[in-house]
């Protein structure tokens, strides 16, 4: 076997998926991450180490310049699929399958890639464009490349001690891994201190409601819905933040675990079981010193600052700091849990991530920039895991040029 030979089968063998995730999207990302675990794989942390770009939901024109830029960023081999907002589990498995099949032809393969040399690192789409990426994780650094080096630099200021220190403007997002779906933060940094920071939402061009209030949605609406299955929701939407906020400490293989009992949660497993297996992960990660000494007086809360900002969720009922938004999450899922076998109808509005109809996630977006000044680069990314605002409440479908 020669050596083309053996890369396709690398690239074909065993997904290597970086997704990206517009708001509105939830499901389909879900649907993804679900059967990317049944083939073994799991999203990658860079474009870099990706042979397939997923793109879940329809893009607005922020989220598509990202969506280029990442697709630049891919080495042939390489293959491009896009679900809908509504793809089946079914329609998910197929486009894996395409993918698969297109990273295997390798005339085509090469020609695409004859082609893209012809065009230039800098033509429109080719690598040289760096846009909306950049990022930061514990494990190194992903920045977009915007001269000079990835980083726009604005002169210098002084900083808290009365040093005169480059400032730096460093986006962070929409397109990366382990973060919620169209966020987008820009950072002014003095050395590796956050001294300003804005959000924004970079949109989708569907609309729709958050995938974690469906069942209160559809209980307000006249629908008997059974508090088991909202309870269920309220399960899974806490064990995905917990995966989330579990990888981006660095932990995978406990990240791997919380979402595997999330999609087990969601696809209507027994829930004594699930339980059972809840409590020795939950007291496993609560028990982590490692995991405690990370998250410990990072991003705290407290009651002042929640009712100032209006926060209405989780991060409301759970004060302190990023572990004890954890413990937290672990605490209501446990609860949850406990009824995910009623069959009484669903009554209020106490959704997961706060009072379902409300727009819950824009308190979560204030608050960030205060919660971020001050804070190193690196504990930038623990801050906005341990919030993981749902942006599909703000999924007001995007214009397109010229609407």
């Known amino acids: 076997m020669g050596l083309r030979e053996r890369l396709v089968r690398f690239a074909t063998a065993c997904p290597h998926v970086f997704v990206v995730t517009v708001p509105g999207a939830t499901r389909t990302r879900l649907l993804l991450e679900a059967e990317l675990r049944r083939r073994r794989g799991r999203p990658v942390a860079s474009p870099a180490a990706a042979t397939t770009l997923v793109v879940c939901g329809t893009p607005g024109p922020e989220l598509g310049t990202a969506v280029d830029t990442v697709w630049s960023g891919i080495p042939a081999p390489r293959a491009l699929v896009r679900l809908e907002e509504t793809a089946s589990a079914e329609e998910v498995a197929a486009a894996l399958d395409r993918?698969?099949?297109?990273?295997?032809?390798?005339?085509a393969q090469w020609a695409a890639a004859a082609a893209r040399s012809r065009e230039g690192p800098w033509?429109?789409?080719?690598?040289?464009?760096?846009?909306?990426?950049?990022?930061?994780?514990?494990?190194?650094?992903?920045?977009?490349?915007?001269?000079p080096m990835g980083l726009a630099m604005a002169g210098r200021a002084d900083d808290r001690d009365g040093l005169k220190l480059d400032v730096l403007h460093v986006p962070l997002g929409p397109a990366l891994k382990d973060w919620p779906a169209g966020l987008v933060l820009r950072l002014t940094l003095q050395g590796d201190i956050v001294q300003d920071a804005e959000a924004g939402v970079a949109r989708g061009r569907g609309g729709g409601a958050s995938f974690w209030d469906e069942p209160?949605?559809?209980?307000?609406?006249?629908?008997?819905?059974?508090?088991?299955?909202?309870?269920?929701?309220?399960a899974a939407s806490h064990l995905d933040s917990v995966g989330r906020l579990l990888a981006v400490a660095g932990w995978e293989n406990a990240a791997d675990r919380a979402r595997g009992l999330r999609d087990d949660v969601l696809a209507a497993r027994s829930a004594k079981v699930l339980a059972v297996r809840f409590a020795g992960f939950a007291r496993r990660t609560r028990q982590s010193r490692t995991l405690r000494w990370m998250l410990r007086?990072?991003?705290?809360?407290?009651?002042?600052?929640?009712?100032?900002?209006?926060?209405?969720?989780?991060?409301?009922?759970?004060?302190g700091d990023v572990f004890d938004r954890l413990s937290g999450w672990l605490d209501d899922t446990g609860a949850a849990l406990a009824r995910a076998d009623s069959t009484a109808p669903l009554e209020g509005t106490g959704g997961p991530r706060g009072p379902v109809g409300s727009r819950a996630a824009a308190p979560v977006l204030d608050v960030l920039p205060e919660l971020l000044g001050g804070a190193e680069l690196a504990a930038a990314r623990l801050i906005v895991a341990g919030l993981d605002p749902d942006l599909d409440r703000l999924a007001e479908p995007a214009e397109a040029p010229g609407e």
């Open 99 to 107: 993918a698969a099949r297109e990273l295997a032809d390798v005339p």
């Open 123 to 147: 033509a429109p789409g080719g690598d040289g464009e760096h846009d909306h990426m950049s990022g930061h994780g514990h494990g190194g650094h992903e920045h977009g490349m915007e001269p």
């Open 216 to 234: 209160w949605l559809r209980a307000a609406a006249g629908e008997r819905v059974p508090e088991g299955e909202a309870e269920r929701r309220r």
């Open 297 to 319: 007086d990072v991003g705290g809360i407290d009651r002042a600052m929640a009712d100032r900002h209006g926060l209405a969720g989780p991060e409301a009922r759970h004060l």
